[in-house]
Nanobody, 122 residues
């Protein structure tokens, strides 16, 4: 069992930056693929970024070049650095984990955090 707790969300102006953190419990964190997803009101949950245990990363086209996913296995934590934020980045951001290869499909992740709100104002 893996428990995930996100933090770092908040209100920021267009062009600003935020760093989200996701702290995971469990001794096998380093073997999990970790992902970030987001969901805006009335919208489906969408893929943002994912990082394999090997360090390989994938990004949604909408955030490529602006967001960076990273992990610190010693701290059981995955991060999402978000720069050049846009109004359309406003959403609840969720951290997710799966025991397996990377995937951008949200329902292929086994564990989820409670989400953290990111609001970007114009």
């Amino acid at each position: 069992q893996v428990q995930l707790v996100e933090s770092g969300g908040g209100l920021v102006q267009t062009g600003g930056s935020l760093r989200l953190s996701c702290a995971a419990s469990g001794r096998t964190f380093s073997s999990y693929t970790m992902g970030w997803f987001r969901q805006a009101p009335g919208m489906e949950r969408e893929f943002v970024a994912t990082i394999h245990w090997s360090g390989t990363t994938y990004y949604a086209d909408s955030v490529k070049g602006r967001f960076t996913i990273s992990r610190d296995n010693a701290k059981n934590t995955v991060y999402l650095q978000m720069n050049s934020l846009k109004v359309e980045d406003t959403a609840v951001y969720y951290c997710a984990a799966r025991a397996g290869v990377v995937t951008t499909v949200w329902d292929e992740y086994h564990y989820w955090g409670q989400g953290t709100q990111v609001t970007v104002s114009s």
